[in-house]
């Protein structure tokens, strides 16, 4: 274990070291289902774009809202648990995540929000679509793409259909979205 520490603070090391990235039209934020492909953040930067942030299920929520260190360690974890970051499946937290979606995109100032969803997940498929109009209310530009669990981005979702391929999608959200 205290391999993997030393060789964490060593990436982490060289990564603060590293020049930004300055050549970039657009800042983006992906947002909804879980993050298990990285191709839609390939596709987002090989269109010259560079994603600043996330609010996807196992990203940056995760990391927020820490657990508090004084008190009952066992009942702090079960708050923290319980009451970070809400995910879809929380009834009646929709004005939770409304906020939280909106403090990240201005805190990143954003230019726009690609939320990803994965197909037949019934609750990012109203929370996306209602999170994308918000956004748009306030200016930002918004766009909610389906996919199939562990599929890949850039193919071809549905053949027969003639559906555009998502890096097909993604290049034309950023004609409404770049800097």
Same mark, same amino acid.
């Given at each position: ?13 060289? =990564?603060?070291?590293?020049? *930004? ?10 947002? @909804?289902?879980? *993050? ?35 008190? %009952? +360690? ?9 009451? &970070?970051? +809400?995910? #879809?499946?929380?009834? @009646? ?7 939280? =979606?909106?403090?990240? $995109?201005?805190?990143?100032? !954003?230019?726009?929000? =690609?939320?990803?969803?994965? /197909?037949?997940? %019934?609750? &990012? /498929? !109203?929370?996306?679509?209602?999170? $994308? ?5 306030? *200016?930002? #530009? ?19 259909? @003639?559906? +555009? ?5 993604? *290049?034309?959200?950023?004609?409404? $979205?770049?800097?």
């Amino acid at each position: 274990m205290l391999r993997y520490v030393k060789m964490l603070k060593e990436a982490l090391k060289e =990564i603060e070291q590293r020049e *930004g990235i300055s050549e970039y039209r657009a800042r983006v934020m992906v947002a @909804g289902s879980i *993050g298990d492909r990285s191709d839609l953040i390939e596709i987002i930067e090989d269109l010259g774009r560079v994603v600043v942030t996330d609010a996807l299920c196992t990203g940056t929520r995760w990391f927020m809202n820490k657990v508090k260190e004084n008190g %009952d +360690p066992f009942e702090n974890i079960a708050r923290r648990y319980y009451q &970070h970051n +809400p995910y #879809p499946r929380m009834i @009646g937290e929709y004005e939770r995540k409304r906020k939280m =979606i909106l403090e990240l $995109a201005k805190k990143y100032d !954003v230019d726009g929000v =690609i939320f990803q969803r994965i /197909a037949f997940c %019934d609750y &990012h /498929a !109203v929370d996306s679509v209602l999170l $994308a109009k918000e956004l748009e209310d306030e *200016g930002i #530009p918004a766009i909610v793409l389906e996919r199939v669990f562990a599929d890949r981005c850039r193919e071809v979702q549905n053949e027969s259909s @003639g559906v +555009p391929r998502n890096d097909r999608k993604v *290049g034309a959200f950023f004609m409404c $979205a770049s800097r």
